[in-house]
């Protein structure tokens, strides 16, 4: 910890003295640039199973002061994962890529950039039980086009000399990976490096000599003519509140009329529709009621991904659904079972939804339950929370207690 506040000190240092350079005019010039860092992949894989290396070697031209152009080579390699098989696997590419950087304020920059990609290798090819499981089975080589946006930082260690920082997102084609997942992918870099630039240094700026303004002598004051204008200043004001003071008095008066007219107008009696309640309906309503008051009203029972396994979790509210329906032989349960949209064909989620909801039914069967009064309903691939970190919600078997 104290190491690393030193360092930190260290570079805000060394920041502010590359800022606190002589001032002077900008001058367009050359850079050289190399980075190396690490590259995260979005996947279903974990953290450290989507992890690889990755680099950047750049030549820039800064042309105006805040806009840079940026040309270079980047890549090594990328990884992806198979949920069929639950294995990882990693492709190698490398890539070229053309950046505008813009210099918005301070040391910070924002870059907005393409690149070419030429896959070298591909990891898909080698899982040769999974080849089924992928839609783009590409050999190399292989040329693909992405986009890439990101923020980075320069700290000044010389008028010439920086160390970089650097975050950079890339938008990826959909067979970069092989999988076709309905979206593009992405890779999340952080570089880090060195950025050398070649002429910076421009002439002085000319120091503004210092200009003697002689005063000259006040004008003589008139004092005759400032005390006109004072009173003069007085009476407008006087008269200024007086018209404020007027209108305002006649709008509370219009104001307290509308109010008294309002307040004598007769009040209507408001008649209440007569809402008519259907059998169905009430039936519906008081299982909803009955289900509330014994504490098995909307139980949901989660699935890890690509599985229909009933996990020990939710076992007990199961066993409350079952003790219910074998007490209450009138009423039955609908099993209504989902799946993530994002991975798999709309016929596998089909079968995966049906299979979830034939577990639960299981498990309620073996409880005791009769099988006239069970339900399965499977929905398939239909997303009923959002995506990110609830996308786990998608997976899921509801109880709904039905007369």
């Known amino acids: ?73 980047g890549g090594l390699s990328g990884k992806g994962y198979a949920t069929a098989l639950g294995q990882s696997y990693q492709y190698d590419y490398v890539r070229g890529q053309a950046d505008l950087i813009f210099h918005s304020f301070g040391n910070f920059y924002t870059l907005l950039g393409a690149g070419v990609l030429v896959g070298t290798s591909n990891g898909a090819q080698k899982l040769e039980a999974g080849k089924e499981s992928f839609q783009y089975p590409w050999k190399a080589p292989k040329t693909f086009a992405a986009g890439r946006f990101g923020v980075g930082y320069r700290f000044p260690v010389g008028y010439n000399l920086a160390i970089t920082a650097e975050a950079v997102y890339h938008l990826l084609p959909d067979a970069l990976n092989s999988l076709r997942n309905g979206v593009p992918g992405g890779e999340v870099q952080v570089l880090a490096g060195f950025h050398y630039s070649f002429g910076r240094k421009a002439k002085k700026a000319d120091t503004p000599r210092e200009v003697v303004v002689v005063p000259e002598d006040p004008p003589k004051r008139d004092y005759a003519a400032e005390a006109r204008a004072a009173v003069e200043a007085r009476v407008a004001a006087e008269q200024e509140r007086q018209i404020v003071e007027s209108a305002l008095r006649v709008n509370q008066r219009a104001e307290e009329e509308a109010q008294r007219v309002e307040e004598e107008k007769p009040v209507a009696k408001e008649e209440k529709p007569v809402v008519e309640v259907t059998n169905e309906q009430f039936a519906e309503a008081l299982a909803r009621a009955i289900a509330e008051a014994a504490g098995i009203s909307d139980i949901k029972v989660y699935f890890e991904s690509n599985s229909w396994t009933v996990q020990s979790q939710y076992e007990p509210d199961l066993q409350k659904v079952a003790t219910f329906l074998m007490e209450n032989v009138d009423y039955s349960v609908i099993l209504t079972a989902y799946c993530d949209s994002r991975y798999g064909s709309a016929e596998y989620n089909k079968q995966l939804s049906e299979r979830r909801a034939n577990a639960v039914a299981r498990f309620l069967k073996k409880a005791g339950v009769d099988a006239s009064q069970i339900l399965v309903r499977p929905a398939g691939g239909i997303d009923t929370y959002s995506k990110g970190e609830n996308v786990k919600k998608n997976r899921f078997v509801v109880c709904e207690i039905v007369k």
């Open 1 to 73: 910890m104290r190491r690393s506040l030193v360092i930190l000190l260290s570079l805000v240092a060394f920041s502010v003295v590359g800022q606190a350079q002589e001032a002077s005019t900008f001058r367009p010039h050359w850079s050289l640039e190399g980075q190396a860092g690490v590259s995260y992949t979005l996947g279903e894989g974990s953290f450290t199973q989507m992890l690889s290396p990755a680099f950047s070697v750049s030549v820039g031209y800064r042309f105006a002061e805040p806009v840079e152009l940026r040309l270079g080579v």
